[in-house]
T-cell receptor
Framework: GNSVTQMEGPVTLSEEAFLTINCTYT??????LFWYVQYPGEGLQLLLK?????DKGSNKGFEATYRKETTSFHLEKGSVQVSDSAVYFCALGGGSNYKLTFGKGTLLTVNP | DSGVTQTPKHLITATGQRVTLRCSPR?????VYWYQQSLDQGLQFLIQ???????AKGNILERFSAQQFPDLHSELNLSSLELGDSALYFC????????????FGPGTRLTVT
């Protein structure tokens, strides 16, 4: 079945630091890949997506590239802000039942 | 604001009881998904409905059931509640039946005492 593995947190960075959160997946076929963000006390929000190999999703300074050869979709941001503090989930969509399969989430804390 | 609404926001109830969680999808979305989020299990897919019909089932217990009504809102029914059912329950919606982005509601926090 489909599965997503993302780096264990928590991740603590200083403001303006570079962020990478690793995500790898296992899937049959050609899934779509997503990053969702959950701010404290809120639901998940779609951050970015990529639907085919070599696609780059980007939003709010975050980027992730769909790498089929390494089955990865790592999230990056060049300069994080305090307001980026949240839990980040990598997710995979595809397969016969159309559900999203989520990683366990990575808590990011950015200090001023 | 994702456009997905869920009620109630918080629910506290006792073991053995039954509760109903409600979700209204974004305007135009035909698919509704239910997820359970807990500290130990993470985010788990429970069930999906598309245009009134059950489309996919995940890790949903037999004590739980759901339905989607003609106006496309959905309800998740949890019965014979146990302490371990305490969790955040999210509803998400999407326009299509197939894999694609989903828009999440703010969640219902269920506490079983």
């Amino acid at each position: 079945g489909n599965s997503v593995t993302q780096m264990e947190g928590p991740v603590t960075l200083s403001e303006e630091a570079f962020l990478t959160i690793n995500c790898t997946y296992t899937a049959t076929g050609y899934p779509s890949l997503f990053w969702y963000v959950q701010y404290p006390g809120e639901g998940l929000q779609l951050l970015l997506k990529a639907t085919k190999a070599d696609d780059k999703g980007s939003n709010k300074g975050f980027e992730a590239t769909y790498r089929k050869e390494t089955t990865s979709f790592h999230l990056e941001k060049g300069s994080v802000q305090v307001s980026d503090s949240a839990v980040y989930f990598c997710a995979l969509g595809g397969g016969s039942n159309y559900k999203l399969t989520f990683g366990k989430g990575t808590l990011l804390t950015v200090n001023p | 604001d994702s456009g997905v609404t869920q009620t109630p926001k918080h629910l506290i109830t006792a073991t053995g009881q039954r509760v109903t969680l409600r979700c209204s999808p974004r305007s135009g979305d035909l698919s509704v998904y239910w997820y359970q989020q807990s500290l130990d299990q993470g985010l788990q897919f429970l069930i999906q409905y598309y245009n009134g019909e059950e489309r996919a089932k995940g890790n949903i217990l037999e004590r739980f059931s759901a339905q989607q009504f003609p106006d496309l809102h959905s309800e998740l029914n949890l019965s014979s509640l146990e302490l371990g059912d305490s969790a955040l329950y999210f509803c998400a919606s999407s326009v299509q039946a197939g894999p694609g982005e989903q828009y999440f509601g703010p969640g219902t926090r269920l506490t079983v005492t």
